[in-house]
T-cell receptor, first 119, second 115 residues
Framework: GAVVSQHPSWVICKSGTSVKIECRSL??????MFWYRQFPKQSLMLMAT?????????EQGVEKDKFLINHASLTLSTLTVTSAHPEDSSFYIC???????????????FGPGTRLLVL | AQTVTQSQPEMSVQEAETVTLSCTYD???????LFWYKQPPSRQMILVIR??????QNATENRFSVNFQKAAKSFSLKISDSQLGDTAMYFC????????????FGTGTSLTVIP
């Protein structure tokens, strides 16, 4: 399957600082990537859809000024948590949309996730 | 809106035995994809198996197979010859293709393989 990387894998920061998380599709181009947040023992919660070359689409209740998304190329999307606070501590996962060799086998592949701890 | 239901929060199986995880979904669409993802303790989401709704044949991937019942909107995952490495959270997911939309995930089933 296709490979998606995510960096950093974990980060600890002080309250009030900003943290950038990168999501890369390594062996395919992804016009669409997704950012999720996951709390312990819960399912993934979609935060936003990142589209290459255009503005991200945020889910209801997600502050777009708090979680800045940039999808500047077909292989890279970034999520910046601005002025992070302890309640932003969580596990963040990205995924990238791939259509396979045929162009019709749509699947999403996930990055390994980023553990964020805000002190 | 689509909903995905996994009614078994936790399950366990003896090593080498077979276990079935259930998933039902609700949709008015006729063309869609269904997935099972595995999330081990590392928390990396790993694609286990994929099924296209227009295909009548059930998908299989080595020890993993599905029982796809379109009319009943059921998509169960069967794991044969369970191994310790199968211990993980399993998520069922629904996707409408070519819409730019996200996955709809179930709440997950935590599977423990007992040695």
């Amino acid at each position: 399957g296709a490979v998606v990387s995510q960096h950093p894998s974990w980060v600890i920061c002080k309250s009030g600082t900003s943290v950038k998380i990168e999501c890369r599709s390594l062996d395919f181009q992804a016009t669409t990537m997704f950012w999720y947040r996951q709390f312990p023992k819960q399912s993934l919660m979609l935060m936003a859809t990142s589209n290459e070359g255009s503005k991200a689409t945020y889910e209801q209740g997600v502050e777009k000024d708090k979680f800045l998304i940039n999808h500047a190329s077909l292989t890279l999307s970034t999520l910046t948590v601005t002025s992070a606070h302890p309640e932003d501590s969580s596990f963040y996962i990205c995924s990238a949309r791939d259509f396979g060799a045929s162009g019709y086998q749509e699947t999403q592949y996930f990055g390994p996730g980023t553990r964020l701890l805000v002190l | 809106a689509q909903t995905v239901t996994q009614s078994q929060p936790e399950m366990s199986v003896q090593e080498a035995e077979t276990v079935t995880l259930s998933c039902t979904y609700d949709t008015s669409e006729s063309n869609y994809y269904l997935f099972w993802y595995k999330q081990p303790p590392s928390r990396q989401m790993i694609l286990v198996i994929r099924q296209e709704a227009y295909k009548q044949q059930n998908a299989t991937e080595n020890r993993f197979s599905v029982n796809f019942q379109k009319a009943a909107k059921s998509f169960s995952l069967k794991i044969s010859d369970s191994q310790l490495g199968d211990t993980a959270m399993y998520f069922c997911a629904f996707l409408r293709p070519n819409t730019g939309n996200q996955f709809y995930f179930g709440t997950g089933t935590s599977l423990t393989v007992i040695p």
